[in-house]
């Protein structure tokens, strides 16, 4: 197995900006650290589950790959639109109130129809561990080690947001339409 090239793979995979890192962004910026550690945990525990569900099952899946792929790029892109208008539509003059981005479900299901995740998810295991080990523990310590990547990812991203609030505070709206539009740039170039 190329480690390093394992390793290279999940660090740009993951600390590159894609919808959970734009979300947790936001959800510094509008509900801050606390909600967005939240959010992130549900997203950690996702993409391992996504991990694990990726390394059991990859031959039945291939099999359905194209039909899975088009059903998770409808339902992404439609679900990545409405968050990009939630956080375009964001009063940037009133507290924030009880808002559903910033949760543990939030997070969790966001995983499931992000289709950067679900790409990824789905080749990282077959691509870099299986052909190499096959075994139970090599795989599962694999999924773990990738699932930690992933969540140091997440945290980056909440750790910038915490740095920069005042920043983005100042300049909310204009924050918050940049990250609307990159959200929607990222349902958009998934079809392309």
Not at 42 to 60: E, I, K, P, Q, Y
Not at 96 to 125: E, H, R
Request: charged share 5%; with cysteine.
């Amino acid at each position: 197995m190329n480690l390093t090239s394992l390793l290279i793979y999940c660090f740009i995979v993951t600390f590159t900006p894609g919808p959970t890192n734009i979300v947790i962004l936001s959800t510094v910026n509008n509900l801050g650290t606390k909600k967005a550690m939240e959010y992130t945990y549900g997203a950690t525990v996702a993409f391992g589950l996504l991990l694990a569900v990726s390394a059991m099952l990859n031959t039945m899946l291939l099999t359905f790959l194209p039909k899975i792929l088009l059903v998770m790029q409808i339902i992404g892109t439609i679900y990545m639109f409405y968050l990009a208008y939630q956080i375009y539509k964001m009063d940037t003059s009133a507290s924030p109130t009880v808002n559903q981005a910033g949760t543990f479900a939030s997070g969790f299901f966001m995983q499931f129809v992000n289709p950067k995740v679900i790409l990824f998810t789905m080749t990282v295991i077959p691509s870099y561990v299986l052909p190499f080990d096959t075994s139970m523990p090599a795989v599962a310590l694999s999924a773990f080690a990738i699932t930690l990547i992933g969540f140091f990812a997440f945290v980056t991203w909440v750790l910038f947001g915490t740095i920069f609030k005042q920043f983005l505070q100042a300049h909310k709206k204009i924050v918050n339409v940049i990250m609307a539009l990159f959200l929607g740039f990222a349902a958009i170039v998934m079809w392309m």
